[in-house]
């Protein structure tokens, strides 16, 4: 088989596992055939899965949910609540939590209203070592110290989510993404961002599209630098954060190599690992060729 299409087909994998008996997977057997074993936690965490949509509403937000409580029950790394309530934000109610999942939210700054209090709770909560994990929209939207908070915000997605995209591992030794793919590039059928007010300085890009790619580069963005990133981590105070473009297409949430990065990406919110996260220069391997 070929790398690409094996690359493709990697995330329906878990099918055959049904196929035996003539049986469809829901999405929730996908999800729990692909999730990765990890070691022990420390503890058991708790977080919030938030995915109240103030703009766009994605048809993945469901699975998303899943996703989570899957992740929860088969790592043990933590317990999860699923809520759209507000009153989860105010100061006292945060606390409860060690982490909080936006899950493909929308234009939230039309929730966390001004003068509400919420904003400046969500900011303190981080800046005073809460975790955030951002999947996809979750960076659609926002006030400045939120989009300062996850490194960026939407603007466009000229990689549709019918696409295929190559995507580039551009930091292979570490400990989020190192087992992805065995560290190497991919690609992925998924609705991919261009971001505004991104500044590479300020976090540490783990992957990222790979501007060498003909396919990629017909749908070429309008950042002169060609700097198109599409994970990465960051801390923010003494808060820790890690944002994931992907999530658009259903089943990335049952693709195993996505996970892999997902559930790391968890680990090193909630604290149970310690990973670098000072900004990196953007690989030449990576950068358009004269």
């Given at each position: 088989m070929k790398k690409?299409?094996?690359?493709?087909?990697?995330?329906?994998?878990?099918?055959?596992?049904f196929a035996a008996n003539d049986q469809k997977p829901s999405?929730?057997?996908?999800v729990e055939a692909a999730m990765p074993k990890v070691e022990a936690p420390k503890k058991k965490h708790r977080i919030l899965c938030f995915s109240k949509a103030y703009g766009f509403k994605h048809k993945s937000i469901g699975i998303g949910e899943t996703m989570l409580q899957v992740?929860?029950?088969k790592t043990g790394l933590f317990e999860v609540t699923v809520s759209s309530d507000l009153a989860n934000f105010e100061p006292e109610a945060i606390k409860k939590f060690d982490a909080i999942c936006f899950n493909n939210n929308t234009k939230i700054q039309n929730g966390f209203k001004e003068g509400s209090g919420l904003r400046e709770s969500l900011i303190n909560y981080v800046k005073n070592g809460g975790g955030i994990f951002a999947i996809h929209s979750a960076t659609d939207g926002g006030w400045p110290e939120y989009v300062d908070m996850m490194g960026g915000d939407f603007k466009s997605h000229p990689w549709n989510a019918g696409g295929t995209w190559d995507i580039a591992n551009e930091d292979p030794t570490h400990p989020i993404v190192k087992e992805v793919h065995e560290g190497k590039g991919f690609k992925l059928r998924d609705e991919l961002y261009l971001y505004k007010d991104f500044d590479r300085s300020k976090q540490r890009v783990l992957l990222a599209l790979d501007m060498n790619s003909e396919v990629n580069a017909k749908k070429k963005g309008d950042r002169e630098d060609n700097d198109y990133a599409l994970a990465w981590v960051k801390k923010y105070g003494e808060g820790r954060v890690f944002v994931s473009a992907f999530g658009h297409n259903n089943e990335v949430f049952y693709d195993p190599e996505i996970l892999k990065m997902w559930v790391e990406g968890f680990r090193y919110v909630l604290g149970e690992i310690e990973v670098e996260t000072m900004s990196i220069p953007k690989p030449d391997f990576n950068l358009p060729e004269d």
């Open positions: 690409s299409l094996l690359f493709a087909v990697l995330p329906l994998f878990a099918v055959g596992l999405e929730r057997e996908l992740m929860g029950e």
